[in-house]
Every structure is written in structure tokens, then in C-alpha cells.
């Protein structure tokens, strides 16, 4: 049966890659709404630092992960958008890439004020262990060739980076980025 009127939140990110602060936030997003929709942003970049991974790969990492939690999927409505600039007039066009929704939930303080000015329900979920559970944290972890990575993210994350030759990939990134003639 189809839930048109289903209590629903956005839960809008990178995931660069999804790690255990996006589940403690997508967990408490399923303890207040019936579904949530995943939004995967910048789903036109991959390849670099700051966005290694592409969309699909974000999206079978964010399943596997929840599958592996043992997540109800019929209640995760998983959708991408490419890369914007942030502002109030965006977040009309950034809605009308998902199912209707209460609210949009985002740690991102650009992102939190461009949808509140243009009067969009916005919910931050509690940022728990942010030091240590950040994409940030975690690439520049890979790039360093450290394994401690693998314990900031589900093990169904960590199975489809290896999958992918994600630390490689991310090493040759960031031992490109260091030779650039723009870093010279």
C-alpha cells in the first residue's frame, strides 16, 4: 500500500563515505518519521578528495549498511542530486527531486539556513562522536594508509570500498593532489 501522507524526513548529505555518525543519524530520524529519504548530494562528483566516491557506489554503501543493521529498506527512500550552490532559492528544486516531506534534516549550517529561509521545516539530529565519525576524518585516514578507518564505518562500507579499491583510489587522489602544478 502506497503511503502518500507517510511522516517523512530528508536526510540530505554527501556520505563521503557513510559512517557510523549518519547511522546514529538516520536511527533517530527512524525513531521520529515513518520513511526517510536519503538524499545523496553532489552525485555529479567523484573522483576527488573531498567526493572520492560516486553516487551509486554511496548508494550501495548506504544499503549494504543498513541491510547489515538490518534496517526495514521500505522505510528508506533513496534519491541523488547534483551539486548546487546553497541557497533559499535552491530549496524548492531540491525538493522536487524527492517525495513530499515534513521537514529536511542536515548537521550542514549552509545547508540548515538556506531551507529554513525559505520555510522548510529543518532538524538537526544529535552530531555523537563528530571528532572521530567524519568523511573528513575517515579519507584523510585511507590517503595516510591507516586501517583505523575501518572501525569509524559499518563493515558493509568498508566491504564495498574494498570492493572498489576505494583506499587506492583515494591514495592516488591525494598523491596526485601533492605533485599538481597547482600545489608547486
Not at 529519504?37 to 567523484?46: K, T
Not at 529543518?122 to 576524518?137: D, H, I, K, Q
Not at 585511507?142 to 570500498?161: T, Y
Amino acid at each position: 500500500m502506497v503511503k502518500l501522507n507517510a511522516k517523512r524526513v530528508v536526510f540530505f548529505g554527501r556520505f563521503q563515505p557513510f559512517h557510523y555518525g549518519h547511522l546514529h543519524a538516520l536511527r533517530w530520524l527512524l525513531e521520529r518519521y515513518d520513511e526517510v529519504v536519503i538524499l545523496v548530494g553532489m552525485a555529479d562528483e567523484s573522483h576527488t578528495m573531498r567526493n572520492p566516491f560516486t553516487a551509486g557506489e554511496r548508494i550501495l554503501m548506504i544499503r549494504e549498511a543498513l541491510k547489515e543493521e538490518g534496517i526495514d529498506l521500505s522505510r528508506i527512500i533513496t534519491a541523488t542530486i547534483q551539486t548546487l550552490r546553497v541557497y533559499a532559492g535552491n530549496a524548492g528544486y531540491v525538493l522536487g527531486y524527492v517525495p513530499p516531506a515534513e521537514a529536511v534534516a542536515t548537521a550542514n549550517p549552509a545547508v540548515r539556513r538556506a531551507f529554513t529561509d525559505a520555510g522548510v521545516a529543518v532538524v538537526t539530529p544529535p552530531l555523537v562522536n563528530r571528532s572521530e565519525w567524519r568523511g573528513e576524518r575517515i579519507r584523510i585516514l585511507m590517503a595516510g594508509g591507516d586501517d583505523k578507518w575501518r572501525s569509524l564505518v559499518p563493515g558493509a562500507v568498508a566491504a564495498v570500498i574494498d570492493a572498489i579499491e576505494g583506499v587506492s583510489r583515494i591514495r592516488e587522489i591525494a598523491e596526485q593532489a601533492r605533485y599538481s602544478p597547482q600545489t608547486a
